[in-house]
C-alpha cells in the first residue's frame, strides 16, 4: 500500500463526516471508487442503491488491488450474510472458483494440519485491502480482549461503540478510560454509569476515580447524576 493511500485512508477513518470526505475526491478515479464503495458497504452491507451497484460493476474493471479489494469485501459480506447452510457452502463454492480453484472433495488427512478451506480462508483475508482488515479487527476483538485494545490506536477511540464497550471486561474498559479525553464523548456518562454499577457488585465502597471525572464536561457530568443518583453522595463528584 502506498504512502498516499494509506494518508487518505487514515483521513477516512478519521473524518467526523464521510460524505464529506467523499465530496473532495476527484471522481471517476480509484480512490474515488474506492472510499464510495468501502462508505457504502460498511453503512448498507449488500443492499447498496443503484448508483453504487453500478459503480462496483464499472470499479471491478479497475483490477487494481483496492478494486480487487472491494470486490473481496462484498463477496465476504455476502458469505457472512448467508441466511441458510446451503446459501452459504454455494457461496464458498464460488469464492474458491473466483480466487483459488482448491478441491475440497477429499477430506483432511489427520496428519495434515492446514486444511484447503484454511487456505481459502487466509487467501482471502490476504486478497483485503490489508489496513482496513486489521482496523477491523483490531476494532471488533477491543471489545473482547485487551491486549487488542491495546492495540487500537487513539486516534481510532472515537469510532468505538461505547455500548458495546460498556459490555465489555472492567479492564478494557479501563483502559479506554485511562486515555481518552472523556468530554469529547457524549455517551461516556453512560458508559461511566455501566462501568460503575458493574464495578458496585463486587465492591461496595466504590466509587469513579476523580481523575475520570475531571475529564468531564459539566453537562455530562450532569448525565452522570441522572443516571446514577448514588454519584451525588460522592464529595468528589459533588465538587466537581
Known amino acids: 500500500m502506498e504512502e498516499n493511500q494509506i494518508n487518505q485512508l487514515e483521513s477516512f477513518i478519521l473524518a467526523p463526516k464521510k460524505e464529506d470526505f467523499l465530496k473532495k475526491l476527484i471522481s471517476g478515479t480509484d480512490s474515488s471508487y474506492y472510499f464510495t464503495l468501502l462508505h457504502a458497504l460498511n453503512t448498507y452491507g449488500l443492499n447498496l442503491s443503484q448508483e453504487c451497484e453500478?459503480?462496483?460493476?464499472?470499479?471491478?474493471?479497475?483490477?487494481?488491488?483496492?478494486?480487487?479489494?472491494?470486490?473481496?469485501?462484498?463477496?465476504?459480506?455476502?458469505?457472512?450474510?448467508?441466511?441458510?447452510?446451503?446459501?452459504?457452502?454455494?457461496?464458498?463454492?464460488?469464492?474458491?472458483?473466483?480466487?483459488?480453484?482448491?478441491?475440497?472433495?477429499?477430506?483432511?488427512?489427520?496428519?495434515?494440519?492446514?486444511?484447503?478451506?484454511?487456505?481459502?480462508?487466509?487467501?482471502?483475508?490476504?486478497?483485503?485491502?490489508?489496513?482496513?482488515?486489521?482496523?477491523?479487527?483490531?476494532?471488533?476483538?477491543?471489545?473482547?480482549?485487551?491486549?487488542?485494545?491495546?492495540?487500537?490506536?487513539?486516534?481510532?477511540?472515537?469510532?468505538?461503540?461505547?455500548?458495546?464497550?460498556?459490555?465489555?471486561?472492567?479492564?478494557?474498559?479501563?483502559?479506554?478510560?485511562?486515555?481518552?479525553?472523556?468530554?469529547?464523548?457524549?455517551?461516556?456518562?453512560s458508559l461511566l454509569n455501566s462501568y460503575f454499577q458493574n464495578k458496585r457488585k463486587s465492591h461496595k465502597n466504590y466509587w469513579i476515580p476523580e481523575k475520570y471525572l475531571e475529564l468531564m464536561t459539566l453537562d455530562q457530568m450532569k448525565a452522570l447524576g441522572s443516571l446514577c443518583p448514588a454519584m451525588l453522595k460522592n464529595k468528589n463528584f459533588v465538587a466537581e
Do not use: C, W
Not at 96 to 112: E, G, T
Not at 158 to 177: G, M, V
Open 54 to 189: 453500478k459503480a462496483l460493476e464499472n470499479y471491478k474493471k479497475f483490477n487494481s488491488s483496492r478494486s480487487n479489494g472491494i470486490k473481496a469485501r462484498y463477496h465476504l459480506i455476502e458469505l457472512n450474510e448467508a441466511k441458510t447452510e446451503k446459501e452459504k457452502a454455494s457461496l464458498i463454492k464460488n469464492l474458491n472458483k473466483i480466487y483459488f480453484n482448491l478441491d475440497f472433495s477429499h477430506q483432511k488427512p489427520q496428519h495434515v494440519v492446514t486444511s484447503n478451506l484454511e487456505i481459502v480462508q487466509k487467501k482471502v483475508g490476504n486478497a483485503l485491502d490489508e489496513s482496513i482488515l486489521q482496523i477491523d479487527q483490531y476494532i471488533e476483538s477491543a471489545y473482547k480482549k485487551l491486549k487488542h485494545m491495546e492495540k487500537v490506536s487513539k486516534n481510532l477511540f472515537p469510532y468505538l461503540d461505547l455500548k458495546r464497550l460498556a459490555q465489555s471486561k472492567a479492564k478494557i474498559i479501563e483502559f479506554f478510560l485511562e486515555r481518552a479525553e472523556l468530554g469529547e464523548y457524549p455517551e461516556a456518562p
